[in-house]
């Protein structure tokens, strides 16, 4: 039965990791996988993550298993970062929050709920996306379709089309917005262009679908909650995908959550139920280990801070980064987009859209041992103050 599969192509992303691992110049710098790194391009075990799980070490007194959604401690803390310490949606137990491995658990999670109760709904993209949620989506079953997003002359949001498009999604379909720092292109909208989105969805009848992998990337815990918080306040119905690989910089751990939001209590108990039974069939229940730290940390009010603390860090970093890569094009007064370089510190999180084309990504790679997606998302997380100027110098020698 073997003897004729074919190879599959390798993960665009991590292929482009292991040519990296593969070039001997001391030069090379890997852009493209979206991992947070410090100064010295390590991605480190954050401080308030080794302190929960000495104490998880110390005080766990059995490895059975988990409640097919994960523990109620952990599904709280969830809510509480979602939503806020008083919400009506969890006052009200309109929410209701599942533990699953990382947030592409959650993502298929959810397909495959949306694909058994509400076969025949599609699922809106933005135009580009994350490259993996065609893929997720698809294995569930869903019918998928786009909506525009990046005006790409601009290095922008196309605010005006992606409303245009959104008007004609029918009733019963779902739309997936990211909840903040949009992969790949860095293009958020305003809280106000977020309350627009919400008003139309709820009009229409419409299920947003919030994908939250970068909270506290882009401002802040609370900051980045505004527009999920804005959509939450006018649609009665919404399902919210969340990771904690990036901000508690857990990645292997796996952590993530699911959590549905219906107009009734009873009505969010029914969806529940039924993604327990997606569970079930998927992986039985999830891993234990990854949200009982994010749970822990959340719990204690001084780990909080100090988690806080380390996630400002990152961010400041990453935000650091933004404005000395720009600055370096500034000061030389070349121009990444023919508008000016103000994109590159518009834009919120770890990812940049550069502009720069595939035969520029080519040269970079090629010629000086730099790893870039052929999109040319850039991970400004992988630029440090060692390797700006090389990098920098590259990009200006190639376009
Ligand atoms: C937009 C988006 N959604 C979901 C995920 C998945 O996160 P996880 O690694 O927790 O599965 C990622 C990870 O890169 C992402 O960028």
Not at 31 to 41: H, T, Y
Not at 85 to 112: H, I
Not at 245 to 272: H, I, P
């Amino acid at each position: 039965m073997f003897d004729s599969v074919p190879m599959a192509p390798p993960d665009a992303i991590l292929g482009l990791t292991e040519a990296y691992k593969a070039d001997p110049n001391p030069k090379k710098i890997n852009l493209g996988v979206g991992v947070f790194q410090d100064e010295s391009g390590r991605t480190p075990v954050l401080q308030s993550v080794k302190e929960a799980e000495r104490r998880l070490i110390e005080e766990e007194s059995s490895k059975s298993y988990m409640p097919i959604d994960g523990s109620p401690a952990y599904a709280g803390a969830v809510q509480r970062m979602l939503f806020g310490v008083d919400s009506a949606v969890v006052a009200e137990r309109r929410a209701a929050t599942s533990d699953t491995p990382g947030g592409t658990g959650a993502l298929r999670v959810a397909g495959d709920y949306l694909h058994a109760n509400h076969p025949g709904a599609a699922l809106w993209l933005s135009d580009p996306t994350w490259a993996n949620h065609r893929g997720v989506f698809t294995a569930a079953g869903l019918t998928i379709k786009t909506y525009p997003y990046l005006d790409a002359g601009a290095n922008a949001l196309n605010f005006d089309a992606m409303l245009a498009a959104l008007r004609e999604v029918p009733a019963g379909d779902v739309v997936l917005l990211h909840g903040c720092c949009h992969n790949p292109t860095g293009v958020d909208p305003s809280t106000g262009q977020w309350e627009q989105v919400a008003a139309l969805l709820a009009r229409r009848g419409v299920l947003p679908l919030v994908d939250f992998a970068y909270q506290g990337f882009s401002v802040g815990i609370e900051e980045d909650a505004a527009g999920l918080r804005a959509v939450a306040a006018v649609c009665p119905e919404l399902l919210i995908c969340s990771s904690f690989s990036k901000n508690f910089g857990l990645y292997r751990e796996r952590v993530g959550a699911l959590t549905v939001v219906g107009s009734t209590a009873d009505a969010t108990a029914a969806v529940q139920s039924q993604v327990k039974t997606v569970i079930r069939r998927n992986y039985s229940n999830p891993p234990a280990h990854g949200a009982a730290v994010v749970a822990t940390i959340l719990e204690d009010p001084a780990l909080t801070a100090r988690w806080r603390d380390e996630l400002a860090a990152m961010r400041d970093r990453i935000n650091g980064m933004r404005r000395a890569f720009r600055q370096w094009f500034d000061d030389r007064g070349v121009r990444l987009n023919p508008r000016g370089n103000a994109f590159i510190t518009d834009q919120k999180g770890m990812f940049t859209m550069s502009g720069l084309t595939k035969d520029h990504v080519a040269r970079l790679r090629d010629e000086f041992s730099i790893y870039i997606v052929g999109s040319g998302r850039i991970n400004v997380a992988g630029i440090t103050p060692g390797n700006l100027d090389y990098l920098c110098e590259s990009i200006a020698a190639v376009i």
